[in-house]
């Protein structure tokens, strides 16, 4: 499968705890796009990563959330001190450029209880 | 302030009919328009996507609609299946780059039913 990977698929943790997800785009595509999705609306914009710098953070990313593209191909969103309120989908997509297609993940389904 | 409008906010046919999805939008500049599909928990897969200059678009029983001018697009089903099933999401690109240029709808929510 050449698609975009994100992992894991799913996962439920404990209010307070941290946790890292991983998101591996088409081995060619320079940009790569953190989103996050909650039931019955439209993916919101986190942060997005042109090879390894950061160039666009939404004010939706907080000081709990980081993410990193160190060496320009996958890329990690890490959520420290979980809150209910951040249960969502967080959707990774990657295209060559700005304007051409994006291409999405399946998708982390956060659960925090 | 870019948005993507889109209606209506959820629809429900019986396999077979066709059905119609409108997206208005007011983002500038404009670079194109894209829908996706997006299965219940999983993640939006393309559909199409269509430049300033295209009118119309067709995927298999999909037609997309431009009307630049207007700022308005329609996504045209055509013999529905019950596999059509989906959250059908509009989104707008602005020219000039950066994320923050793709302004995404918040999707019509689409049942068929057998």
Known sequence: DTGVSQNPRHKITKRGQNVTFRCDPISEHNRLYWYRQTLGQGPEFLTYFQNEAQLEKSRLLSDRFSAERPKGSFSTLEIQRTEQGDSAMYLCASSFGGATEAFFGQGTRLTVV | ?114
């Open chain 2, 1 to 114: 302030k870019n948005q993507v409008e889109q209606s209506p906010q959820s629809l429900i046919i019986l396999e077979g009919k066709n059905c119609t999805l409108q997206c208005n939008y007011t983002v500038s500049p404009f670079s194109n328009l894209r829908w996706y599909k997006q299965d219940t928990g999983r993640g939006p897969v393309s559909l199409t996507i269509m430049t300033f200059s295209e009118n119309t678009k067709s995927n298999g029983r999909y037609t997309a609609t431009l009307d630049a001018d207007t700022k308005q697009s329609s996504l045209h089903i055509t013999a529905s299946q019950l596999s059509d099933s989906a959250s059908y999401i509009c989104v707008v690109s602005a020219s000039g780059g950066g994320a923050d240029g793709l302004t995404f709808g918040k999707g019509t929510h689409l049942i068929i039913q057998p």
